[in-house]
């Protein structure tokens, strides 16, 4: 079972920055796609950002333009770079790793991290 742990999370102000990092156990890393999720108080878990094996990435409308997803193979670590954050990005982010792309969907795998919270104060 893949072990995630993420972690940059924090407080910033609108307009801020950060990068999150999602560290993976396991083998296999460079073959599989992931992809980055959030969840807001009362709200589902919706994806973010994704990035294939290959290296295409697909980001959710409400943070193209804004948010890079990346990977590190050889560290095992996929990142998620936030830019000009809004107050609506404040939410726990996760990161999943091993899931299928299906008709251009990220379908997120079983295990998931602890979360890190990002809070953006307006």
Known sequence: QVQLVESGGGSV???GSLKLSCA???????RKAMGWFRQAPGNQR???ASISSGGT????ESVKG??????????NTVYLQMNSLKPEDTAV??????????SGRYL??????????????S
């Open 13 to 15: 102000q609108a307009g």
């Open 24 to 30: 993976a156990s396991g083998n296999g890393f460079s």
């Open 46 to 48: 919706e994806s973010v």
């Open 57 to 60: 990435s697909k980001y959710a």
């Open 66 to 75: 804004r948010f890079t997803i990346s990977r590190d193979n050889a560290k």
């Open 93 to 102: 982010y996760y990161c999943n790793v091993g899931g299928v792309f299906n």
């Open 108 to 121: 997120p795998a079983l295990s998931w991290g602890q979360g890190t919270q990002v809070t953006v104060s």
